[in-house]
């Protein structure tokens, strides 16, 4: 299968799930504009996922990628206790082991790079606006329970890994989290050491397309 034959069905259902919302019309905007304020305001919440995914399947495309989602990444006690005392450059440095749990984490895309060895779990964000303070917080504590425990992980999985990352990518721009822990789009393509953006850009047009066209079926 295509690239676009493995993201279109997503990017379908998507925009099914977006023709049933129910709305409730304004009493200024009227039907029609409530019912596309709804809408699109759903679609930026889903965006996200159709970025997980056509990352994840444009690396399925390249011949040095391992590539996969994780949705039980198991956080143990003493990873959450040592990502409330390090800092993340600190926890770069640290490896726990993985296998207990007290909670667990949804790791959007998780590569493994048969080039360097490394394996590199990403969050995939948006990045079209700047989080508050509380959202910074909460999202640092997970990179870091996840960077910690990334290299064991790894080995669980069956690879053997010369090192981990865990990182944030924020496509459209905007950074809640600085470098080198964040990646926006401008960087993806000589981050993977694959052109991964020209096929996200491709999703990201046939998403645009079909939800023009459920607008404009008003």
Known sequence: MTFMERVAPVVDETIRAL?????????????????????????????????????????????????????????????????????????????LPYGDKIRTLQVDVVAFDNADKFIRAYEVKRGNGQFDAGKIRSVIRDLKCIQ??????????????????????????????PRPWSLVKDELDE??????????EQANDYFREKLHALLDAA
């Open 19 to 95: 023709g049933k919302k129910i709305f409730v019309a304004g009493p200024i905007a009227g039907v029609r504009y409530s019912r596309a304020t709804s809408i699109v305001s759903s679609a930026y919440k889903r965006h996200g996922r159709i970025l997980e995914v056509a990352l994840r399947e444009s690396l399925r495309d390249s011949n040095r990628h391992s590539v996969w989602s994780e949705s039980l990444f198991r956080v143990s006690r003493e990873a959450d206790a040592l990502a409330s005392t390090q800092d993340l450059d600190a926890c770069r440095q640290s490896t």
């Open 148 to 177: 910690v425990l990334l290299k064991s992980y790894g080995e669980f999985c069956k690879y053997e890994p010369l090192g981990a990352e865990s990182k944030i990518i924020f496509y459209c721009g905007i950074r809640s989290i």
């Open 191 to 200: 981050h993977f050491g694959y052109p991964v953006v020209e096929k996200i």
